[in-house]
């Protein structure tokens, strides 16, 4: 600031080293308004910059919560259909089992093959 000890300015007993230190200090005040100027502009400007990225940041989460719910949505059906379609599936093993219980129903259980043919209807009964 350029500002010294008193002793620079004849320990203030004269009027001359009073009127250096007067023109030191308003000199060092206008350094220090300057400065503040500086100051002012370099947080009106990290206000903004701050503003902007908020901004910004609050958009993304908006986006991000929109993705989540229609995945979330897509999942939901994708889950559904994956049911239904487990659900025909053991409706048509089932069936299949069914129909494979009354053809074995119509083979004869007589003799060797009979026995073999009874055994396996127990087996896969």
Do not use: H
């Not at 350029?2 to 230190?21: C, K, P, T, V």
């Not at 200090?25 to 400065?35: C, F, G, N, T, Y």
């Not at 939901?76 to 089932?94: G, M």
Request: proline share 1%; no cysteine; hydrophobic share 45%.
């Amino acid at each position: 600031l350029g500002l010294g000890n008193a002793f620079i300015y004849d320990n203030l007993e004269s009027q001359d080293g009073r009127n250096r230190a007067v023109a030191a200090l308003e000199s060092a005040k206008v350094a220090i308004d300057q400065a503040l100027i500086k100051f002012n502009a370099a947080q009106a400007q990290a206000k903004l910059t701050e503003s902007k990225a908020s901004t910004r940041l609050n958009n993304l989460l908006f986006k991000n919560d929109d993705l989540v719910t229609n995945a979330q949505f897509d999942l939901r059906i994708v889950q559904a259909r994956a049911e239904s379609i487990n659900l025909l599936n053991q409706n048509r093993v089932e069936s299949q089992a069914a129909f494979r219980n009354e053809l074995l129903k119509l083979i004869p259980v007589n003799g060797m093959a009979g026995r073999f043919i009874g055994a396996m209807q127990n087996i896969f009964a």
